[in-house]
């Protein structure tokens, strides 16, 4: 099992290239925790330190963010907080992201339980306070 604890977002970069490297050849991640978590924050530190430039912002009303790598690889970025039923998920194509073999950040994953692969990696963010949350991750 992962853990960390991040005291403010000036530790994130760090946070998320230990992340990477504890889940290395990992893809497929589901982020669960509280609205105002962290959840969009921790992916866009995630992406950076993958290498993308793209600007990273929650999908919540197109449920797919896709962004690219400085080497064109892609990233995809879910967020189903605003999911009506699974079949919508399965309209997007959800099947094709998540075997793509690219990277698959899901927001809000509870909402597509049914869906989701085996081993896939569980990453649960605590708030501890204003500034420090306790990240924790392990394979479902």
Known sequence: MFS????????LPQAAEAFLNYFKGERLFAFYG???????TLIKALCRALGSTDP??????????????ASN??????????????EEALDIGFDDYVYSGKYCFMEWPENIEALLPDNIIAVNIEVLDNQ???IKANIL
């Open 4 to 11: 960390i604890q991040i005291n403010s977002v000036d530790e």
């Open 34 to 40: 509280k609205m105002g978590a962290g959840k969009t």
């Open 56 to 69: 990273i912002t929650s999908p919540t009303f197109a449920l797919v963010n896709e962004y690219s790598t």
């Open 73 to 86: 690889e892609r990233i995809f970025h879910f967020d189903f907080y605003r999911i009506k039923n699974i």
């Open 132 to 134: 420090s949350r306790e």
